[in-house]
């Protein structure tokens, strides 16, 4: 499945530390500017790595990744997230979109958390970090959840919805 493979890729990446002044690798497979934040760029290369480079916008901008997410439909309720899907951050209660992750669990109800895989991100600065991390995320900073084009447009969708 497509979306086990975005994955994949992106826990791959755990571990990986940007060089000097934001220097990092994914800036070249998704042909951003480099030396730049690249949360959204790391999550753009990894969709690209996986073939899907239709499922979500291939932007350096959190910003525009939310507005497509509006724009398509494609906003779901919080608790409703499950893996595969896009994590829009606001850490600062700023609102704007900081930051983005994806998730690699479904949201968990109890602890009002779900875990992530994140890139320019780290300890210091969760919005502008030096590395690709694991994350537990609290549902206090996220400004929206966003479900990727995971399925063909026209074809039947395979994901199996749970009531």
């Known amino acids: 499945m497509l979306k086990s493979k975005v994955i994949k890729l992106a826990k791959a990446e755990v571990g990986y530390v940007e060089g000097k002044s934001n220097f990092n690798k994914f800036a070249r497979v998704t042909g951003h500017a480099n030396n730049k934040p690249w949360c959204n760029t790391f999550i753009s290369a990894i969709f690209i790595e996986a073939g899907l ?4 916008p291939i932007t350096a901008s959190c910003a525009s990744t939310l507005a497509w997410g509006f724009e ?39 602890t009002k958390t779900i875990k992530t895989v994140e890139g320019n991100t780290g300890e210091t600065s969760q919005a502008n970090g030096e590395g690709v991390y694991f994350k537990t995320r609290s549902k206090d900073f996220i400004v929206a959840v966003i479900r990727p084009l995971y399925e063909t447009p026209g074809a039947p969708n395979r994901e199996k919805v749970r009531k």
Request: net charge positive; aromatic share 6%; charged share 30%.
């Open 72 to 110: 398509n439909d494609r906003i779901i309720p919080i608790k409703k997230a499950k893996r595969g899907d896009l994590l829009i951050f606001d850490f600062t209660k700023s609102g704007q979109a900081q930051h983005i992750g994806l998730a690699i669990k479904r949201f968990n109800r109890l």
């Open 53 to 56: 480079k239709n499922a979500i």
